[in-house]
């Protein structure tokens, strides 16, 4: 997974994964609810009275969360009974106005709790969550299951032509309508209880899978005694390997599996029995038919997930769930990946012929299979593009890349200026805190960053937003990136790799959707979009990081202030490029192999996984013995486990806009601030305020089209390999 971005989504996530677990008992928790320990003393109880409402970090206790949550809740579903019950006929004014200021008390402390217990959790925090997330479900169910509120909804809907609205009030219209009934609001009262049903099952069947998936991996490590069968590891991996099995009491050593089919030290071990042995663990690690065995419960979460798409009247699961996405059909997702198979496995064929030689060169006497490929990758990205990631880090400095890079970026695109503000609470000590003012001095928002790794932190990188961007309630954004950059020694300057500086622009991009927000409604404000969306500006700011005039304001040596040596600045624009047949056509099979799953009609048996995930990558072209999918269907979490089902092309997506997107930059003289306030002003200040295609297509003049794709990423017909 491509772990940024994903945080604001943290809430939704949550909720689908419990979505209907509790709603039977819906009624008798809530009432039951007493306030008793939520009152003036709590800072969640009123707004912040700091700049921008900026969460009072010095005064929030982890016991202050729970109550706020909860009274939150309860606020939240009198202010909704009381549009529910209004007896006046249903305006924007009395129906959809208060329904966008209602729950702002279980905002705020919705809004601070996702983030801090993703990025400075302990077990209170952890246990608040777990408490909570099927109670944040039931909530969200009561609220989009509620006939008479939903009679209101409808009632305006219908007369939406009528009532001379502007843009935004009328997307709102259509916008909260379509999620109502994509919710299932527009079912009998009976279909509502098949539905729930359905949800029900579907969470515990989820549920299901995650915990066999935990103990599948956990169950999959590879196990040695034999020091030799690690030849290849660092003294410090081989360690790592030791602890690991002296942390489960076994003797010898211990490979612990990561998530995905590629196991990182597969990069390094030079053992070819022992690469063949790792992988096959992954490979097969919940199909061995025992008690973890993941198959059965993917094709009965497939075959239910068809018969509640059925029940919402649509063809099948994918159809129901991109409705809503940029995307809108599995037909256009579909086409889109089509389209790049050709590419991307033609490439991979170049790659593989590359490590072929390698192997021949060195006598390998076999064949390339995908155990051996990271191994002899590495080889191949050594000899063509030697590159040092110890020689380069002296030049990215952190605070110089923060001001020199990613702000001088914004300030030459945008015009916006940033001011470090030492009067706001921190949760840590590390985070800083910046104002960010428009060209002509207003004030814009505040963000806060929170770079280095710490234990309590989950890993990764993300962006998420403590207040949102509102007109209608009088709110200006304050957002926050997080990381996990390697903290230096005390006295030490921050040193980062490559992919370090790109993830920072990578965030800053999210933070600049969230940060030019200009939007009248909370719900459509800033990165409030769809999947298939959210990492477009995100992957688009990736590109200032390498863009040369940015580039050369931010590499300096961090001692002497040189600009980094044209030749390594070459060299890490080259090996950009590396390996993105791989990449892409891993990534391409398992967001088919998610499609073909959701595209199965409710009528279609139960299927069987091994057979059913040979056909469909035949069928996609993807059937590649060297090039496994990224997840195998028995342990794809992501469609699953969590919210990714029929979603898995979101990365690949974003991918292409961020890349037509910059194409548009390059064709239009680049790095200028007429171009970035044109972008500001068409996508990055409008959240979710328009249909997004047309919003894009109404930016770039046409719609998007993967050949600059193709042409960055090296995979257009005779790019550079
Ligand atoms: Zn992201």
Redesign the pocket.
């Known amino acids: 997974m491509?772990a940024?971005?994903?945080a604001h989504y943290t809430v939704n996530m949550q909720t689908l994964v419990f979505v209907a677990a509790v709603v039977a008992g819906l009624s008798t928790l809530f009432t039951s609810l007493s306030r008793a320990d939520f009152g003036p003393d709590n800072p969640f109880f009123h707004p912040s009275s700091l700049p921008f409402q900026a969460p009072p970090f010095d005064k929030i206790k982890d016991q202050d969360y729970q109550p706020a949550i909860e009274a939150g809740m309860a606020e939240q579903l009198e202010e909704i009974q009381a549009i529910a019950k209004n007896p006046a006929p249903p305006t924007l004014e009395n129906t959809l106005i208060p329904w966008e200021r209602s729950g702002q008390l279980l905002r705020r402390a919705q809004g601070t709790f996702s983030a801090v217990v993703g990025a400075n959790s302990d077990p209170t925090l952890l246990q608040i969550r777990s408490i909570e997330a099927p109670k944040l479900a039931a909530h969200r169910d009561a609220i989009y299951l509620d006939a008479k509120l939903f009679a209101r909804l409808e009632a305006i809907y219908q007369q939406r032509k009528s009532l001379n609205l502007d843009p935004e009030s009328l997307r709102l219209v259509e916008y909260t309508y379509d999620e109502f009934v994509h919710a299932g609001a527009k079912l009998s009262d009976a279909d509502k209880a098949e539905l729930k049903k359905l949800n029900e099952e579907l969470a515990s069947l989820s549920n299901t899978f995650s915990t066999r998936l935990l103990a599948a991996t956990k169950d999959g490590a590879y196990v040695t005694a034999d020091k030799g069968a690690l030849a290849g590891l660092t003294d410090a991996e081989i360690n790592a390997a030791g602890e690991a099995a002296k942390g489960r009491k076994e003797e010898g050593f211990v490979i612990p599996l990561q998530n995905t089919t590629q196991q990182p030290d597969l990069v390094s071990l030079s053992n070819r029995a022992t690469r063949e042995t790792l992988f096959t663990n992954s490979w097969n690690r919940a199909e061995h038919g025992d008690a973890n065995d993941t198959r059965e419960t993917i094709a009965k979460i497939a075959q239910l997930r068809a018969q509640k798409a059925k029940l919402l009247g649509y063809p099948n699961f994918a159809a129901w769930k991109i409705e809503d996405q940029m995307a809108k059909t599995p037909e256009a997702a579909l086409r889109f990946m089509d389209a790049l198979v050709p590419a991307a496995t033609s490439r991979a064929a170049g790659e593989a012929q590359d490590i072929q030689a390698v192997i021949d060169r060195q006598n390998g006497g076999f064949k390339l299979q995908p155990w051996d490929w990271e191994f002899y990758a590495e080889q191949v990205r050594k000899a063509k593009y030697d590159l040092d990631e110890e020689q380069v880090k002296p030049y990215f400095e952190l605070n110089n890349i923060l001001q020199n890079g990613v702000f001088y970026a914004a300030t030459q695109l945008y015009g916006i200026t940033f001011k470090e503000r030492k009067d706001l609470p921190v949760y840590d000590s590390h985070m800083r805190v910046f104002e960010v003012f428009n060209a002509g001095g207003s004030s814009l928002a505040l963000f806060y960053c929170d770079y280095f790794k710490r234990d309590n932190k989950q890993g990764g990188?993300?962006?998420n937003s403590y207040v949102d961007q509102s007109k209608l309630l009088g709110t200006k954004p304050v957002v926050v990136n997080v990381a996990n950059f390697a903290m230096p020694a005390p006295g030490e300057p921050a040193l980062l790799t490559s992919d370090d500086v790109r993830t920072m622009f990578?965030?800053f991009?999210?933070a600049l959707h969230g940060m030019f927000a200009n939007s009248q409604y909370p719900s459509l404000s800033g990165t409030s979009t769809a999947r298939d969306f959210?990492?477009f500006p995100?992957?688009f700011n990736e590109y200032w990081a390498t863009y040369p005039a940015v580039f050369k304001n931010y590499a300096k040596h961090y001692k002497t202030g040189a600009p980094m040596p044209a030749e390594l600045m070459e060299k890490i624009k080259k090996a950009d490029k590396f390996n993105k047949g791989y990449d892409i056509t891993e990534l391409l099979a398992a967001a088919e192999l998610d499609m073909k799953w959701h595209t199965l009609a409710a009528s279609a048996p139960l299927q069987n996984p091994d057979s059913f995930e040979t056909e469909a990558l035949q069928q996609t072209h993807l059937a590649i013995p060297y090039v496994p999918p990224r997840y195998r269907s028995s342990y794809f979490a992501h469609i699953w486990g969590s919210g990714y089902s029929a979603g898995y092309y979101a990365y690949l997506w974003t991918q292409m806009l961020a890349d037509d997107a910059f194409q548009w930059f390059e064709d239009h003289g680049g790095l200028t601030r007429a171009n970035g306030d044109r972008l500001r002003e068409m996508i990055l200040s409008r959240g979710n305020t328009e249909e997004l295609e047309q919003l894009y297509v109404a930016w770039r003049g046409a719609k998007p089209s993967i050949e600059p794709m193709l042409k960055y990423r090296g995979l257009a017909p005779g790019g550079s390999k």
């Open positions: 491509h940024s971005g994903l990188a993300w962006m990578h965030e991009g999210h959210v990492e995100s992957q």
